[in-house]
């Protein structure tokens, strides 16, 4: 009778070396439920786990009444943290990484703990899970066959103007993380780099107070100039679109400036604008402020 084989993530702690591994668990990106079952069992049977927030780890362990070790990892301890844990695995002890929202290494924390392990040859092991990225991506009414993850955009605004820039060429959908603080700001240079391309803002995905925001660009970036938001944010940019690229701009191929009341109809014409909103990135274009916009359409009547 053969032997009977066993399955290694079901051995128990302490356990050959050979046995042990490190898997990288995918955790819920709002909504507790959103988590495997599997992922749930390798969380109750792993020795410990590695977590950004260990207040944040243990509300969700909690939910799922699972007691397993926590051990801080975040970017300010990951340098001296990454050989303990992986001296751990060597001893053979299964060990977890979490992060606080969504799947591991996706900007958080945990390169330098699995690019280690893999060139020790400890076992490195996905569990797939929520992700923030794919979910905004296949809401947005963007295209989803290929698509670029460009991150954080950064803060500084130079940096931020030169990361677009690299951008401007690309022709694939385009998803990036950005902070609420910065997205008015961020959607106003992208608009300005990458044109007037279609994209949606999805905000506290899987949560209660979940939303996605869908137009164009430059749109968008007024939008949200006029009405500052909360909570983790998601941004998706389309390519450029054939009537986008067609449609005028501000000003006629001869260079002189049309008259603002046009650029307006313009835009509610090509970009199927409010005319309010029409209005605010009309007036963005010129650099007048609400009131100065409002007087020269009454000087153009």
């Known amino acids: ?26 955790t819920p990106i709002g909504n507790l439920e959103d988590i495997t079952l599997r992922a749930l069992r390798i ?24 007691t397993t070790r926590l051990i801080s ?12 844990l992986v001296a751990a695995l060597e001893q053979g002890e299964s060990g977890a990484l979490v992060t606080d929202a969504g799947t591991p290494l996706v900007s958080d924390p945990g390169f330098r ?4 392990a893999c060139s020790l040859g400890i076992r490195v092991v996905p569990l797939p899970g929520a992700s923030a990225v794919l ?6 009414g963007l295209p989803c066959d290929e698509f670029l ?18 951008l401007r060429t690309e022709l694939r959908t385009i998803v990036l993380f950005e902070a609420p603080h910065r997205l008015a700001e961020s959607l106003a240079d992208a608009a300005e780099i990458l044109g007037s391309r279609p994209a949606c803002v999805a905000r506290e995905l899987t949560k209660i107070y979940e939303e996605f925001r869908r137009g164009v660009l430059p749109a968008l970036a007024v939008e949200f100039s006029s009405a500052p938001v909360q909570g983790e944010i998601t ?28 650029r307006v109809a313009e835009l509610i014409r090509s970009q199927g604008l409010a005319r ?9 274009e010129r650099g007048l402020t609400r009131r100065e916009a409002y007087r020269r359409l009454l000087e153009e009547s």
């Open 1 to 26: 009778m053969p032997a009977r084989r066993t399955n290694p993530s079901t051995l128990p702690a302490g356990s050959a070396a050979r046995a042990a591994a490190l898997y990288l668990v995918s």
């Open 43 to 66: 969380l109750r049977e792993v020795r410990w786990i590695a977590c950004e927030d260990t207040r944040r780890t243990a509300k969700l362990l909690h939910h799922h009444g699972i």
């Open 73 to 84: 990892y975040h970017e300010h301890n990951e340098r001296q943290r990454t050989p303990e």
């Open 113 to 116: 703990l699995v690019a280690l």
């Open 135 to 140: 979910a905004a991506l296949a809401a947005s």
């Open 149 to 166: 993850f460009a991150g954080f955009l950064p803060a500084r605004r130079g940096e931020r103007r030169r990361a677009l820039e690299r």
């Open 235 to 262: 941004v998706v940019i389309g390519a450029p679109t054939e009537e986008a690229a067609a449609a005028p701009g501000p000003e006629h191929a001869s260079g002189a400036q049309i008259p603002l009341g046009a």
């Open 276 to 284: 309010n909103t029409a209005l605010k990135l009309a007036a963005r």
